[in-house]
């Protein structure tokens, strides 16, 4: 558990470079309920993957916009033995290795990737970029206009293919 009454959640790289692409850690670093942790396989592939997003990983993490991976030593063990688990199923290092983070320490996990979630995120508590999202409108953090126009951008220039929904106006009950 944070100290600022927040819980801790791991997230994956398909829901941080979301953020990274367009230089909004700070949302991330504003929602109401997480603290995201970023674990070192999905630092690593960040560093491998997203060469111009490590900038502005590093700053976030300087600013305490992310947490860095300090695992537990009671935690580390069963974190190790879920990961090699995992090792038949084919998904990246860095989702088995949020996966696996997320299983040890019961936390939530961030993550978009469909197919990594469905071979081995089942009786994990998930968030992905939308729900985040809507979590920050309902909060008042930003506006749906805003959050709109960042959908846009994900949508013509980066991976996010949730076009479920037109609007995030469309999810806010």
């Known amino acids: 558990m944070a100290t600022d009454g927040r819980s801790d959640a791991v997230i994956d790289s398909s829901t941080l470079v979301n953020f990274l692409k367009i230089n909004r850690v700070d949302l991330l670093a504003s929602h109401p309920d997480y603290r995201f942790i ?7 592939e960040i ?3 997203y060469s111009a997003q490590v900038t502005r990983l590093e700053a976030a993490f300087a600013a305490g916009q992310l947490l860095t991976d300090q695992p ?8 190790l033995t879920a990961f090699a688990a995992m090792e038949s199923i084919k998904i990246g290092t860095g989702e088995r290795a949020a996966i696996a983070a997320a299983r040890a320490r019961g936390l939530p996990l961030a993550m978009d990737d469909e197919r990594a979630w469905k071979r081995a995120g089942a009786g994990l508590a998930r968030v992905d970029t939308v729900s985040v999202m809507v979590v920050l409108i309902k909060a008042g953090i930003i506006d749906v206009a805003a959050a709109d126009v ?12 949730k076009r479920h ?5 469309d999810l806010i009950a």
């Open 47 to 49: 560093r491998k993957h």
């Open 165 to 169: 929904f037109s609007s995030f106006a």
């Open 150 to 161: 960042i959908k846009t951008e994900w949508e013509a220039h980066h991976k996010f293919i």
């Open 38 to 44: 970023v674990v070192d396989a999905v630092r690593a």
């Open 72 to 79: 537990a030593a009671d935690t580390s063990m069963d974190e």
